[in-house]
């Protein structure tokens, strides 16, 4: 049994620990449920991706209340942070459930290329854009977990306000080493979106060091503020997350554990 677990996180370790990313005008973050279990629990997980790199963490305050926070790093000083208190629960049998709820700032810019070819020449495509935006957050959880294995859903709800977006679309073509033309341009600041997001996330591995695996699809909650918010075509509405997941007991358990075994 210890052989199998150590060959099923060998190779989950070994896959690509990615969290695919774009260049879109919201940053979705990856959504857990820390399936936290008592008091002082500590717990924390890494993702490195292409571009980008996302640290989560979750602290246990009391056997019923903690805090969960989520720092997203990426390049062209894209960012993303939040913090979410709540209230867990966890019971005899390994059933754990959560309702966490608070906000979080991020700012997102970039610019994406694609190239393709029509009848007579290849065109190049070009989308830049910029925003900034504050978001509330409330995201309900629950899961199973065991020694060796965790298995977890959660939704998260955001209200996600803007306060600045712009988008540049440019367009030439690539035989005659033309000049970029700018075809449209948008900007709007001060409107807001709901964004829903739920998540399935499944561990494995030790007790203690698991590798985590975390799949999710983005949904505004209307079409009119998405086609002003989303216009260009890079807008992610998938996001597969795998890292590491640390799971920490709370100190004086350790030195229980300890005089136990003495």
């Known amino acids: 049994m210890k052989t199998s677990n150590t060959n099923i996180l060998i ?11 774009s260049y879109s005008s919201y940053i979705p973050v990856t959504v857990s449920e820390p399936l936290l279990k008592e008091k002082g629990q500590r717990q924390g997980i890494a993702y490195v991706g292409a571009n980008h790199v996302e640290v989560q963490g979750a602290y246990a305050f009391t056997n019923h209340f903690a805090v ?32 966490y709820g608070g906000g979080g700032i991020a700012n997102t810019t970039g610019t994406k290329e694609i190239v393709y070819s029509n009848m007579f020449n290849r065109v190049n495509e070009r989308y830049e854009n910029h925003a900034r935006y504050t978001s509330l957050i409330f995201q309900p959880g629950a899961g199973f ?21 712009h988008s540049k679309k440019y367009m ?3 035989d005659d080493d033309a000049t970029p033309q700018l ?34 699809i983005n949904v505004p909650a209307d079409l ?19 890292g590491i997941k640390i ?7 350790f030195k229980k554990q300890q005089k136990v075994n003495f």
């Open 145 to 165: 977990r065991k020694k060796n294995f965790e298995i977890g859903f959660a939704v998260r709800v955001s209200y996600v306000s803007y306060s600045q977006y």
């Open 172 to 174: 030439w073509s690539q």
């Open 11 to 21: 190779l989950m370790c070994m896959a690509a620990v990615l969290s695919s990313c």
């Open 68 to 99: 969960q926070g989520d720092i997203w790093r990426g390049t062209d000083k894209r960012y993303s942070m939040d913090l979410l208190p709540g209230y867990y629960f966890h019971s005899p049998g390994g059933f754990c459930f959560g309702i």
């Open 224 to 242: 009119k503020s998405m086609n002003s918010a989303y216009r260009h075509p890079h807008f992610q509405h998938y996001l597969f997350s795998s």
């Open 183 to 216: 075809m449209s341009e948008f900007s709007d600041n001060g409107f807001s979106i709901w964004i829903f997001q739920p998540a399935f996330n499944v561990s494995a591995g030790f007790e203690n060091v698991k590798a985590f695996f975390s799949a999710s």
């Open 247 to 253: 799971d920490l007991k709370a100190p004086g358990k």
